[in-house]
């Protein structure tokens, strides 16, 4: 244990992609930043597509070659079967910004952390950054005392600025009492397919709504096909166990009778055991105060049907530097802007998600599609 207290500008707990593009800029700006990240190195993690929107996104940040140059999987487009018994497609040729990519989402964030360390951040890989009980000396102008652990133990450090990236948990800002409101209790259930066939080479998002949720499937860069369904969490026991077993989300998968077909066509099998995942729409009530702000999906999440979360990510980072290098500068209205800012992206990101739900209506009786379909509380 080092009692000697090491100082920061700011402290980001979370390396995803809006803790990293957070830490790049604000070192590019010459700010002492610490990045932490909790999570193992190179382990899978679900949330792999990009839309063609986000390119932009990743030339402001400067990563834009290297990105390229890492191998992801080119996306043209979408197939969906919503609203209809028959898939329609929608082709990113005939958009603005041209295709997206699946990504090597291990590769994505351990690309952005380098990029982060490169401008000067402090980057720690399989480190939790916390937050002790009395984490500040009363007046708001004092610095965070914070504890920062690793396998080999813990430090203390101390910083100007607090930043929660830290994804839906959001542990810092629960720490700090800022309430979490949630808009819809949507989980996910998913798995990893493999195949001896080397027929499969779709590297369109596969969509098909069912009556009680939806399923999707993605060909990942590893040419494993992730199978992804997403329901409300207030299923029976017994229900959750059989989807989180091989054989449960193999029977339920025969509700969706376009992917079943297509997973049969092409001699699919499982690879692993599903896992489960939050994947909820919500967001904080304030998103940054006195010394504190939040990013990404630790600041507001949103339905994977919306493809949005890892460009929200990456834009929340970008804007929440901008806002904290605005206050450091003395600029008074640079909070306040921020939060109006996420509050205004939330509102337009409930209005898309009623206009995509609403498009179905197949099964408008059912609980899952009734609770979409009412006006958001
Ligand atoms: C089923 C599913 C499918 C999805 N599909 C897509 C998709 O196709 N496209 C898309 O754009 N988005 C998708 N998303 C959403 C996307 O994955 C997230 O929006 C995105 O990862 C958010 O990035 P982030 O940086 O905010 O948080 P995260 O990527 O969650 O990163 C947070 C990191 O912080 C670490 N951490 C937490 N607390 C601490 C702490 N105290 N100290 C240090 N580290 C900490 C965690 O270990 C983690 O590594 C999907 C999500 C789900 C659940």
Known sequence: MNNEAQTFDVAIAG??????????????????VLLADAAPVAV???GEGLPPSAHSLLQELGVFERFRADGHR????????WGA???QSVDFMFQAHGHGYQLDRPCFDAMLK????????????QTRLSLPNAARDGAFDQPFRMQLSDSSGSRNIECRWLV???????????RLGVERCKTDRLIAFHTLLQTDSAS?????????????GWWYSVLLPSNERLLVYLCDSDLGRTERAALLSTDGFAAKLTNAPHMHQFCQLHGYRPRRVPQGADASSGRLERFSGDGWLALGDAALSFDPLSSQGISNALYTGMAGARAINAALDGQKDALAHYN???????????SNRAHFYGYERRWAQQPFWQRRHAPPQ
């Open 15 to 32: 390396g995803g992609p809006a803790g990293a593009a957070a830490a790049l800029l604000l070192a590019r700006s010459g700010r002492q």
């Open 44 to 46: 899978f993690r679900v």
């Open 74 to 81: 080119v996306s043209h487009g979408n197939v969906s079967v």
């Open 85 to 87: 018994d028959k898939p």
């Open 114 to 125: 380098h990029a982060a360390r490169e401008a000067g951040a402090l980057v720690c890989d």
């Open 164 to 174: 929660d990236a830290g994804g839906r948990s959001g542990t810092i800002t629960r």
């Open 200 to 212: 499969d080479c779709d590297g369109r998002t596969m969509i098909e709504a069912v009556q009680d």
């Open 340 to 350: 109006d800012h996420l509050a205004g992206i939330y509102r337009a990101y409930l």
